[in-house]
């Protein structure tokens, strides 16, 4: 995707997500999604900011159907943060940087 988020599939998601160690940002979007397209400027300068701490990580939900339902997401964008491959916290909708950053703070300390 880009220097700082990686874009993870349904058949990477085990590997790059589930298996990584630490914190995994995952942003569930789609090309179409004007607010996914709004949220991708904050969420790559989070992965810069948080770099070592916590990847950033995209999957398109257009393109990998099976691991959105996995999770139950049903509407975009959804920020679902894995650490140790568990899920510990959903965020519907985008945000703006700085709520995106208390977040994210409030989960990972």
Known sequence: ??????AVTDQAFENDVLKA???VLVDFWA?????????????E?????YKGRVTVA???IDAN????TTFGV??????ILFKEGKPVAQQMGALP?????VWLDSHIG
């Open 1 to 6: 995707m880009s220097e700082h988020t990686i």
């Open 21 to 23: 160690e630490g914190y």
């Open 31 to 43: 090309e179409w999604c004007g607010p996914c397209r709004m949220i991708a400027p904050a969420l």
């Open 45 to 49: 300068e989070v992965g810069k900011d």
């Open 58 to 60: 995209k999957l398109d």
């Open 65 to 68: 159907p099976e691991t959105p």
């Open 74 to 79: 049903r509407s975009i964008p959804t920020l």
């Open 97 to 101: 940087k700085s709520q995106l950053k």
